[in-house]
Structures are given as structure tokens and as C-alpha cells.
């Protein structure tokens, strides 16, 4: 069946430095790509997506860049913060207008002060 | 003005028994979605509904049956309680189904003894 591989599965920075996630997915039809957050004790939220028409987008210190071609593609935080600690899943549209998101296995980021 | 809620936030009961857990969002989407997430954190999709229709039905036993009386409600009944169905389990909605974003509640911890 179709799946998202994510890498690595911890991370641990230092507080100013910057992170990056790593996924990939097998359905060529996919065209959306979302990244979540989930804060311990919370249910996930959305903090940024970006659909198959577009290589990158950037809201202030996150930015995802997508690769087609290759079937990945990444979530870079620069200047990590503390309150940056948390899971982050990336996920990847499957099966058309009825399908659903298939979800990474999450990373456990955690921001050393 | 919470966007996707769950009762109760914590269900601990004993093997066997049957018991149902509520999601209601007022965002006025048209799709809401059940996940399961096991202790290892993944998270997987369970079922969809759009506009009250089953639209998606993961190989979940059929002792899980989802019920949507309107299109802010989606229920989740679970009959015949077992050890592994212990986790914790997330409400979500989007306006469209597998494409958009998904906004999840804040989800039931599950624990089965």
C-alpha cells in the first residue's frame, strides 16, 4: 500500500539552531503535503502545507520544500525555540478527490536551551 | 468557541464493555475523520465521513462502528472492548475530503484493563 517514510525519528538541537525533517512518499498522484505539530497532550495542528504546483513556501522561521521528481520532501525551522519541542508529522494526500492523508511516523524534536 | 471538542477526554473501563465517544465541530466542514494513535505516536486513519456518508472505512473491526447523526457530529461507538484497542483517539475536520486541512480535537485517551 501506499506510505510516507520520515527521518529521523528524534531530533535534538540546540536553541538558534536550525532542524530539518525528512520525508518520502510512494503514491505519484499525491498532491498535497501537510506538516502538524503535536504538542504533548494535544491533538495535531497544521502548521504548514504545500501542494504539488509549488517547490517551496516559507512562513517566517518554518519553510517545506517539495521535490516531485524524487518523491520527497523536507520541513526546515531555523532559529529553534524551546516552545519548538514537540512531534512533527508529515503527511501526504492518497486515493483523489475520496481519499485521506497517509501520516510519517512523526519526529520527536526537542530544542535544548 | 473550541473548533473540533471530544467527550470524554479520559475513558477507562474493562475488557468487554462498550462504550462510545462524541466529536462535534462547529467550523461547518463537510468531512470529519477518526484516528487512532497507539503509544508509539502513529497516527492512522480509522474512518471519514463527508456530508454524513462512510467515505472511507480503514480495516477496522467491525466492533468500531462510526455514527453521524448531522454533518457537526461524528460518533464513535466501539462494542466488545479489548486490550489493544487502548490509545488515544482524535476527532478531525476539513471542509474538503483528503485535500485541505484538518483541524483535530484535543482526543480521548483510551485505556483498557
Known amino acids: 500500500g501506499e506510505n510516507v517514510e520520515q527521518h529521523p525519528s528524534t531530533l535534538s538541537v540546540q536553541e538558534g539552531d536550525s532542524a530539518v525533517i525528512k520525508c518520502t512518499y510512494s503514491?505519484?498522484?499525491?498532491?498535497?503535503f501537510p506538516w502538524y505539530k503535536q504538542e504533548l497532550g494535544k491533538g495535531p495542528q497544521l502548521i504548514i502545507d504545500?501542494?504539488?504546483?509549488?517547490g517551496e513556501k516559507k512562513d517566517q522561521r518554518i519553510a517545506v520544500t517539495l521535490n516531485k521528481t524524487a518523491k520527497h520532501f523536507s520541513l526546515h525551522i531555523t532559529e529553534t525555540q524551546p516552545e519548538d519541542s514537540a512531534v512533527y508529522f508529515c503527511?501526504?494526500?492518497?486515493?483523489?478527490?475520496?481519499?485521506?492523508?497517509?501520516f510519517g511516523k512523526g519526529t520527536k524534536l526537542s530544542v535544548k536551551p | 468557541d473550541t473548533a473540533v471538542s471530544q467527550t470524554p477526554k479520559y475513558l477507562v473501563t474493562q475488557m468487554g464493555n462498550d462504550k462510545s465517544i462524541k466529536c462535534e465541530q462547529n467550523?461547518?466542514?463537510?468531512?470529519m475523520y477518526w484516528y487512532k494513535q497507539d503509544s508509539k505516536k502513529f497516527l492512522k486513519i480509522m474512518f471519514s465521513?463527508?456530508?454524513?456518508?462512510?467515505?472511507i472505512n480503514e480495516t477496522v473491526p467491525n466492533r468500531f462502528s462510526p455514527k453521524s447523526p448531522d454533518k457537526a457530529h461524528l460518533n464513535l461507538h466501539i462494542n466488545s472492548l479489548e486490550l489493544g484497542d487502548s490509545a488515544v483517539y482524535f476527532c478531525?475536520?476539513?471542509?474538503?475530503?483528503?485535500?485541505?486541512?484538518?483541524?483535530f480535537g484535543p482526543g480521548t485517551r483510551l485505556t483498557v484493563l
Open positions: 503514491d505519484s498522484a499525491s498532491n498535497y
Open positions: 467550523l461547518g466542514h463537510d468531512t
Open positions: 465521513y463527508n456530508n454524513k456518508e462512510l467515505i
Open positions: 504545500i501542494r504539488s504546483n509549488v
Open positions: 478531525a475536520s476539513s471542509q474538503e475530503q483528503g485535500h485541505d486541512e484538518q483541524f
Open positions: 503527511a501526504a494526500s492518497i486515493g483523489g478527490s475520496q481519499g485521506n492523508l497517509i
